[in-house]
């Protein structure tokens, strides 16, 4: 149990106050301003960049397995990557991978 | 629906958020049921809910809290789960920079990862979109999604029951990250990110505070815009030949 209240509304605080921080760190201070040719080109890669990495150690070390393999999970997850380069639709992929995730997990006990 | 106006932006950034609906309830619910199995009362899981609005450093900061971790760590680790976020910053810069500080502050406060992903695909396929436009998709995708966090994360903190595990919807994050990724995979250099990310993100998982993840994602940012200038260099060649 979390039983030092001081502590905990510091981190709470301060927690927030750090996000907040972080959220609106360039957004805020480089504004309106031009960035050069290189910087773009990078931050168009952000989205492909950060999404697959922060999924990544999820599908391959699920922590609902004891942080072991799911061949279910990872079929699913390729399932809802395949569907999602198919179809071009991220509604299509969601649902396309829960029901390859269930239908797995039915199959394969 | 064809956007023409700002508030066709917004229903239109609405409909695109909701499927998102799917992942947010589950992993709210499940916030309010930990922080408050934790020892927080409702006052103090809302506060928290409200003031971070990032799942994955919330848990973080709560299960470090529980295992009685010093508060510098705890705050460190946790913000260190939520620096990708400053990437997220950046990358709206091009996009939204231009904005009044009064919207950035609010968009600032309201960047969730969901919100991030599916508007920067909307303004990389729609470059006409204009500045209003492109402010209320961004309010439009976050509506289905932030006020169901505060929502649920309260009804998990006073009900006190999550889904049950057997439901598997613990994956419905990655399958909702995974969702949002692939339809973006519209040309090599993209692709070619991705799997960096991917292959990195493993390789560093050993690196402490999450920041193998900041790592990977500086490396596969390197290899999208190298691979990039390569292919633009190549298309250019043959044609700067014959004019020789």
Not at chain 1, 6 to 32: A, C, D, N, P, Q
Not at chain 1, 65 to 70: L, P, R, S, Y
Not at chain 2, 99 to 104: K, S, T, V
């Amino acid at each position: 149990m979390i039983t030092d209240k001081t502590t905990l509304w510091i981190v709470i605080i301060l927690l927030g106050l750090g996000t907040y921080l972080i959220r609106f760190s360039f957004l805020g201070l480089i504004g309106g301003r031009e960035m050069p040719e290189w910087v773009l080109r990078h931050l168009r890669y952000v989205a492909v960049g950060v999404m697959p990495g922060l999924v990544a150690p999820l599908v391959v070390w699920p922590a609902a397995n004891q942080g072991n393999t799911d061949p279910a999970r990872l079929l699913a997850a390729i399932a809802a990557f395949a569907i999602g380069i198919w179809l071009k639709s991220v509604v299509g992929a969601v649902l396309g991978g829960m029901i390859a995730l269930y239908s797995f997990q039915y199959l394969l006990g | 629906m064809i956007i023409t106006n700002p508030k066709s932006a917004y229903l239109t950034g609405f409909r695109d958020g909701s499927p998102f609906i799917l992942v947010v309830v589950p992993f709210a619910l499940l916030f309010g049921v930990i922080a408050t199995e934790a020892g927080l009362n409702l006052i103090e899981t809302m506060a928290m809910t409200i003031m971070v609005i990032a799942g994955a450093a919330q848990f973080t900061a709560v299960s470090l809290m529980l295992d009685q971790a010093p508060t510098f760590i705890v705050l460190l680790t946790a913000l260190a789960v939520n620096l990708r976020m400053a990437m997220y910053s950046a990358a709206l810069v091009p996009h939204v920079g231009k904005a009044p500080l009064g919207i950035r502050m609010l968009m600032a406060y309201f960047m969730v990862d969901q919100a991030f992903a599916v508007a920067v695909k909307k303004y990389n396929e729609e470059p006409q979109m204009t500045l209003p436009q492109k402010t209320a998709y961004y309010f439009g995708c976050l509506s289905p999604i932030v006020p169901l966090w505060y929502l649920f994360s309260y009804i998990g903190a006073v009900v006190g029951t999550a889904i049950p595990p057997e439901y598997s919807l613990d994956f419905a994050i990655p399958i909702c990250f995974i969702s949002l990724t692939a339809p973006m995979m519209r040309s090599a250099p993209h692709f070619l990110a991705a799997l960096v990310s991917v292959a990195a993100t493993l390789a560093l998982i050993w690196v402490p505070y999450n920041l193998g993840l900041i790592a990977a994602a500086m490396l596969a940012m390197m290899t999208g815009a190298q691979v990039e200038l390569i292919l633009k260099r190549r298309a250019r060649t043959p044609t700067e030949g014959q004019a020789a």
